[in-house]
């Protein structure tokens, strides 16, 4: 053997979506450098960056939400914490725009993290970012769900340059419902005159753009209903996108030793906690294409944990620092959402959008979590460990949103809910002294 990565060794550490608007590096308490530890003893220490790297000098675009703004120096903070690789395709890559998405790259070329998911084109935003280990090259792919149509990439043409924005991976939803159901959307469809329009839209659009109307489908409100027996929703993944995307898989296996995929997704099952139907089958084709893990993150609670063909599939490792309540500015149409007039301050803002405990910081299913730390021995998973982690719930805005490692009850609503999720997907997971052990 020559080099030490041909043994086929790795260690992974990662974590959910991280929204950083402080610091990291001047705290010292033991729950805290012991999960540092654990990322800067890793080859991999990954998060979801879900925070806008800018000084606000471009204007708001139309994410909603929590637009994203945070000092470029927190770059520093996450590096220091042991965070070596990013991924940057989620629902507020876009939260100021083109100018926005391009600021938020200059950030990150140069901090030198490597990141994945956003680009000034399409082809740059699906392409990997490439970690180089002790232990061999690590290749990550990012895409996402859950985004403003104006921030998903475009490709350049040899006649017009491409957009900056996310590598999207769109999903196509039907709606089976049974034919009482069926025949009221129908003539509602008729009686408010929304057919007729759709039928005179049709004359103006390429032919196959909107769908015609039959006797068993038709188009409704910009859903798409199909008569059944009974009712269900059924998500797949756009087609286009996934070619693109396992495309990219392909050529990152062939240019790297592992290949993680990171997919941002806010869209759900039957329940929150559920992953829905396009992301199960999209996962398990990043797979099959060569992914040696795949990480999902996005609806800012944990999901669970499946073992496919022997690789790990995390549907949504849940929050990592969560700090979205400190940033630093909001636009004017957030406080007119809220009926804040022009003299009201950020703090007013996020008391009144959390107020009668609405919203993250009412429940503790948003700060506390896990973050997980995936081994491989000879090419092969040997050990995948779930650390829980508390936020901060039910502390004061400025404390809350930094990790540390979770003990007591915490840490055990939080394992018994992975234990839960995951044993639902076939996975056994083990709780031994604050601990979740998954046996692979």
């Known amino acids: 053997m020559i080099y030490e990565a041909e043994a086929g ?26 999960l540092v530890e654990l990322f800067r003893d890793s080859d991999v220490g990954y998060a979801n960056l879900e925070m806008l790297m800018h000084d606000f000098e471009h204007s708001p675009g139309s994410a909603g939400g929590t637009f994203t703004g945070s000092n470029p120096s927190n770059l520093e903070e996450l590096k220091w914490a042991g965070i070596n690789l990013v991924s940057t395709a989620n629902n507020h890559s876009q939260d100021y725009g083109e100018g926005g998405v391009l600021t938020n790259l200059k950030h990150l070329r140069d901090s030198s993290l490597e990141f994945a998911g956003t680009g000034k084109n399409l082809s740059e935003a699906r392409g990997a970012a490439y970690l180089d280990t002790k232990n061999g090259r690590v290749g990550l792919i990012s895409t996402s769900s859950t985004f403003a149509e104006s921030g998903r990439a475009l490709d350049q043409r040899p006649d017009i340059k491409g957009r900056p924005g996310l590598n999207p991976q769109r999903f196509n939803t039907k709606y089976i419902v049974d034919r009482h159901a069926f025949d009221q959307i129908r003539r509602t469809n008729r009686e408010l005159g929304l057919q007729k329009k759709r039928d005179t839209l049709r004359k103006f659009r390429p032919e196959g753009v909107l769908s015609e109307d039959t006797e068993t489908s038709m188009s409704f409100l910009g859903k798409h209903f199909e008569l059944g027996d009974d009712f269900s929703e059924i998500t797949t993944p756009h087609v286009d996108d996934m070619e693109g995307n396992l495309r990219w898989i392909s050529d990152a296996k062939r240019m790297a030793d592992w290949v ?19 992301l199960i089958e999209f996962a398990h084709r990043c797979i099959e294409s060569g992914a040696d893990v795949f990480l999902g993150h996005g609806p800012h609670l944990t999901r669970g944990l499946e073992l496919y063909k022997g690789k790990p599939i995390f549907y949504s490792l849940g929050n990592f620092i969560f700090q979205n309540d400190t940033v630093l500015w909001q636009p004017s149409f957030n406080y007119e959402l809220l009926k804040l007039g022009p003299m009201a301050t950020p703090a007013d803002f996020y008391d009144k959008r959390s107020e009668n405990g609405r919203g993250f910081p009412g429940d503790p299913i948003y700060w506390q979590s896990i973050i997980t730390r995936i081994t491989f021995e000879s090419k092969d998973v040997s050990s ?4 829980p982690i508390d936020m901060g719930y039910g502390k004061p805005r400025s404390m809350t949103g930094r990790p540390v490692v979770a003990e007591g009850k915490a840490a055990d609503r939080v394992l018994r809910r ?23």
């Open 9 to 34: 060794n790795l260690t992974i550490t990662a974590g959910g979506d991280a929204m950083i608007t402080r610091k990291l590096s001047v705290f010292r308490e033991k729950r805290f450098t012991e």
């Open 260 to 278: 993680i995929v990171s997919f941002h997704c806010h869209e759900a099952g039957k329940t929150a906690s559920d992953p829905p139907n396009f």
């Open 384 to 387: 995948i460990e779930l650390i």
């Open 418 to 440: 992975m234990r839960d999720l995951s044993g639902h997907m076939g996975t056994e997971v083990r709780i031994d002294n604050g601990r979740g052990y998954v046996l692979v």
